[in-house]
């Protein structure tokens, strides 16, 4: 063993040199590193709060990490320093002056801060030993640093996805409360209950980040679920602001269009009225649906919405007229649906002639209009037809074989030529 006590052989003073460069090196990465962290919106936010929770906890230990950090810090440079110094103090060194360079540069030379000797350096009685390499001190460095850095960062990300967001919704709560009290004045159990959510909420986000971080690493993600529903239910409260405003701003319109709406059912049915009325006359059992007349009920409803307006419900108007819209197209399309089925019923009536009248044509220009078969069959088909009321199922076989036979007629035509 040689005098500096750790069996090394001398570094040569070309090692030496080379060694003390690249610890300089890595001494200013570090300081670097650790200047960065506690410049870190992340690190000034956490100093800035007042912290409760899980996030407490965790910056109360990652204080304490950041504060070791930097005592083994000073404790590594204080050897970078006095070796640097013992080097410089002579061109050529000696065999002792490299011996104890040696022993600084690779040995244990580093003194533990108090109480941050690692575990399995240590036994019932104490340390084995209070102090480690440079190497060793450098990576008991990163492994600090790297725990202190996740819980920084895990912290920033957290505010990063929730704080503005949250401030958005707040701010649009905010803004919701001060139209919910200009059109009534008077509290709304939603929207007292979404402002409760949202200052328990608000006070997590801002004291205890780290409690809604769920995953570790580069997996680490703040659960945002919470705020998203609360976004969505205000933004749902708020349509319905909206559309309160809306009603009162607009009512005199409002009941204008529905008027009109209501309007349009009414003349909806009496063209239904009107083409019942002709199909029950001309068409034989037409399975007609019984007719429905809502205009009368509607208009009713319509009426109940002045109270409101009177009585500035607009929230209730909203809501009621919406409902009435909706009634009103339902309404609209039910009558116009039985409208048409009546109309279709004569429509068919008519396609059936034309269909008859284009095979008499054409029972023509085959020469089969003294066929006695035929014409019998025609003036059979023409009898349903032209006949009130019509039997429409009874007319469509009829011409159906009517037809039938004209084709039959012009096959044997076409196979005898």
Avoid at 67 to 89: C, G, M, P
Avoid at 132 to 152: G, I, R
């Amino acid at each position: 063993m040689n005098e500096s006590g750790t069996g090394a052989a001398p570094m040569s003073r070309e090692g030496v040199d080379h060694a003390l460069r690249q610890l300089r090196a890595d001494a200013e990465r570090i300081s670097a590193a650790l200047l960065d962290l506690d410049s870190h919106a992340g690190s000034q936010l956490l100093k800035g709060a007042r912290l409760t929770g899980e996030t407490w906890r965790r910056w109360d230990e990652t204080q304490r990490k950041v504060a070791t950090l930097w005592r083994l810090f000073d404790a590594y440079t204080s050897v970078l320093d006095e070796a640097t110094a013992l080097r410089d103090s002579t061109n050529r060194p000696d065999v002792d002056v490299l011996l104890t360079l040696t022993a600084m540069l690779t040995g244990p030379s580093v003194d533990l801060p108090d109480g941050e000797v690692p575990l399995d350096q240590r036994t019932l009685l104490g340390p084995e030993r209070k102090r480690v390499t440079l190497d060793e001190a450098v990576q008991l460095m990163s492994d600090e640093y790297e725990a202190a850095a996740a819980v920084v960062v895990a912290a920033d990300n957290a505010w990063t996805a929730l704080l503005l967001p949250l401030d958005d919704v707040e701010e649009g709560w905010r803004d919701a409360a001060r139209v919910a009290h200009e059109l009534d004045g008077v509290r709304h159990p939603e929207l007292d209950r979404i402002g409760r959510e949202l200052t328990a909420f608000g006070r997590i986000v801002r004291t205890d980040p780290l409690s809604l971080v769920s995953g570790s690493g580069s997996e680490a993600k703040a659960d945002t679920s919470r705020l998203e529903a609360l976004s969505k239910a205000l933004e749902a409260f708020r349509a319905e602001l909206a559309g309160a405003v809306a009603a009162r701003d607009g009512h005199t319109a409002l009941v204008d269009r529905l008027t009109g709406a209501i309007d349009e059912v009414a003349e909806a049915e009496r063209e239904a009225r009107e083409s019942r009325e002709t199909a029950l006359l001309k068409i034989d059992s037409p399975g007609l649906p019984d007719p429905v007349e809502p205009s009368a009920g509607l208009r009713d409803r319509l009426a109940a919405l002045a109270a409101l307006c009177a009585e500035g419900r607009w929230r209730e108007l909203a809501a009621r007229s919406a409902d009435l819209e909706r009634a009103v197209a339902t309404a609209l399309d039910r009558v116009r649906a039985d409208r048409d089925l009546a109309a279709g019923l004569l429509d068919r009536r008519a396609e059936l002639r034309g269909r008859l009248q284009a095979y008499q044509a054409k029972a023509g220009r085959l020469g089969l209009a003294e066929d006695a078969r035929i014409s019998g069959l025609h003036d059979r088909a023409r009898d349903l037809l032209w006949t009130a009321p019509c039997d429409l199922r009874a007319a469509t076989a009829a011409l159906a074989e009517y037809q039938r036979a004209i084709r039959a007629c012009e096959t044997e035509t076409g196979t005898r030529g």
